[in-house]
Structure formats: C-alpha cells, structure tokens
C-alpha cells in the first residue's frame, strides 16, 4: 500500500453556525490540502466522527468521493468499543471508492491485550478492505503493545498502524520486527519527522488540515537526504501544535482554518468553539507563520 505513504490528512469536518454540514467549505478543504498530502482520512476524530449521524457519515463519505479531483487514496474510520457494533457496521457500509480501513482500538472498556487481539481480528474479517490499526491510548486508556501490533501484522489484510502513543521505543520495536510490508504512520503531528527517521513511511495529520505543504516539504526534504532542510519545516509545527489541542480536537484546527478562509470555526457540542485566549494565540502564531 505505498499509496498510502507520505501525509494522510484526518479531514474535519466543515459546519455553519448552525452546526451543520457545510460542503462548500468541505470542497474548499479537499482541493487546498491535495496540493499537499497524499491520501484524505475521512471520519476520524478530528473529522468529529463521534457527533455525526449515520447518515451524516455517509454523505461526507459520498461528497469526498465525488470532489476528490486529483484521485487521491481515501482512508474512512469505522471504529468502536462494541465489537459486534463495529463488524455490523463494516459490513453494512458502502464502501466501494474506499481503499483502507482506519479502526481505533477498543476504547472506554479498557480490554487485554487478547481482547484488543480479537477485537481486530474480527474486524479485519469483517473488513473486505485493507485495515489500518489505530492506538491512541490518551482517548483509549489502553495501549495496543508492539507485541499485540506484530502480533495483528501476521494478518493478511491488516496493512499497518497509526501510532499516537507518544512512545517512540514501542515504535522502534515494530520496526525492527514488523513483516516488510508493514506500515508503520504516525499518529502524532510533531513525531513526523522521528517517526520517518527509524522506519516509518509517514503521518496521519491534523495541521495538514491548515498547513498541508509543510508536510509536503518534511516529506521530500527527508527522502532528498536534506536533513536540515526537513528539520526546519518540521520545527514550523513546533508552536501551533499544542495549541490545537488545548480545548479538545479539532477545535484549534478549525480556528486556524477560518484565518485562512477555508472553512468556519464552529464545532458541535460537548465540543465548544475557541475561547477568546486561544483565538488570541493562534493568531499570534499564525502571524509569525
């Protein structure tokens, strides 16, 4: 799957005021990024998967599928903590124009690492696509080990995994184990560079949503050998980071996105739009970017 090497931008999730779905921004996304990732991740958590409807998801789905002009690899997220939920869901999706699968590992229940074994191994024969494992353990609480990762790779069709546990020695240890074809993408913005340095083939992004040719540039600096060169595009990600995360995902990014005109700043509840403080900071970054 080296299509889906290099940025895979976790799409948000453009509203109106009225909180609901804005397409027209939705459109302005898809052709701003393309000139800079290359693949979209479709219902992730940034795209505020947990506080859209079925139909909702669908209809996202369909509109990527429909405007993504340059052909670029689509990855959807179908992922939960009811096993049986998820594998229902899977089947009754229509997923044809889907190339891969992006399934978080089971959250809230806090399982073993078996139960987290079979939950994949149920998704991944529900799936008729490519699965991308997904370890999160700060929205999870709990950690899917490298062990239970090299463990799952022995499935044929689970092709890789996002890795945002922060935790770049379990990362090594996939690396230095994983089955050749084994992707290892990491899960965290400001790991992208680290994670290409020990093996990785590259990042599902949030600020790609924003700044999609910053990646870009890490990406074809590092694989140019010009380290220095990816290091100082990386350090560009440096200051903007935590701030997207500081009231909850993706209400920073959205913020910054409606400094670019790309789409409006509203999010739906639990989730509430920037406070006046954070606007303040991402402008004040934003400035110096």
Not at 23 to 47: E, H, I, P, Q, S
Not at 71 to 99: A, H, M
Not at 258 to 281: H, N, T, Y
């Amino acid at each position: 799957m080296k299509t889906l090497h290099g940025t895979g931008v976790a799409l948000v999730t453009p509203m109106n005021e009225r909180k609901e779905i804005d397409f027209k921004a939705l459109r302005r996304l898809l052709n701003y990024t393309a000139a800079g990732v290359d693949y979209y991740v479709v219902m992730g958590t940034t795209g505020e998967s947990a506080t859209l409807t079925k139909e909702e998801k669908k209809s996202v789905l369909a509109f990527v599928l429909a405007y993504n002009h340059k052909k670029l690899p689509i990855v959807y997220g179908i992922g939960g903590n009811n096993t049986q939920q998820v594998v229902e869901e899977i089947k009754s999706t229509n997923l044809k124009g889907v190339d891969a699968l992006l399934s978080v590992s089971p959250y809230y229940n806090k399982p073993s690492q078996e139960g987290i074994y079979q939950h994949f191994k149920a998704v991944a024969k529900a799936a008729r696509l490519p699965v991308i494992l997904y370890n999160v353990p700060g929205r999870t609480a709990s950690n899917l080990t490298a062990e239970t990762t090299l463990r799952l790779a022995r499935i044929k069709n689970i092709i890789g995994v996002k890795e945002a546990s922060g935790n770049l020695e379990q990362c090594m240890k996939i690396v230095k184990e994983k089955p050749a074809d084994f992707m290892l993408i990491s899960g965290d913005d400001l790991l992208t560079l680290p994670i290409y340095s020990i093996g990785g083939v590259g990042v599902i992004s949030v600020l790609a949503n924003a700044l999609p040719k910053v990646f870009l540039k890490v990406k074809q600096n590092f694989h140019a050998g010009k380290l220095v060169s990816a290091q100082n595009e990386h350090f560009k990600l440096l200051d903007m980071n935590a701030p997207m995360y500081e009231e909850g995902n993706p209400v920073g990014v959205k913020y910054l996105m409606s400094l670019q005109g790309i789409c409006e700043p509203f999010v739906r509840m639990p989730l509430m739009e920037a406070s006046v403080d954070l606007k303040k900071k991402i402008n004040r970054l934003y400035k110096k970017l």
